[in-house]
Nanobody, 126 residues
Framework: QYQLVQSGGGLVQPGGSLRLNCGAS????????VGWFRQAPGKEREGLGC????????YYADSVKGRFTISRNYTNFSVDLQMNSLNAEDAGVYYC???????????????????WGLGTQVTVSS
């Protein structure tokens, strides 16, 4: 079964940083575009950003631009989401999705992604 494996997350103080990781247990994300999404309580899932499968171009939603960074982790061909300057509005369950194609341009339409992680909780509180 093609399940993504997520790690990271947890509790952080406002203004703090966290790094999330998205990988796969029996395959790699080397040739997949990867998107990051989050869902806050009572809200719809929000697309945060993505990285393309070939040239590693990235796209970020306005809500996280300049604070979040998506990058490839070449130690195990996974994808990291570095989150800085976190605030209470960043709290929620974070998901990663992987999809084939999207070599040069990616998007945060969740229908783009075929495989998903189970989510990891991020809590921002003092």
């Amino acid at each position: 079964q093609y399940q993504l494996v997520q790690s990271g997350g947890g509790l952080v103080q406002p203004g703090g940083s966290l790094r999330l990781n998205c990988g796969a247990s029996k395959w790699t994300l080397e040739h997949f575009a990867v998107g990051w999404f989050r869902q806050a309580p009572g809200k719809e899932r929000e697309g945060l950003g993505c990285i393309t499968s070939l040239d590693q171009s990235t796209y970020y939603a306005d809500s996280v631009k300049g604070r979040f960074t998506i990058s490839r982790n070449y130690t195990n061909f996974s994808v990291d989401l570095q989150m800085n300057s976190l605030n209470a509005e960043d709290a929620g369950v974070y998901y990663c999705g992987a999809g084939l194609g999207r070599a040069y341009v990616c998007d945060v339409n969740d229908q783009t992604y075929n495989y998903w992680g189970l989510g990891t909780q991020v809590t921002v509180s003092s």
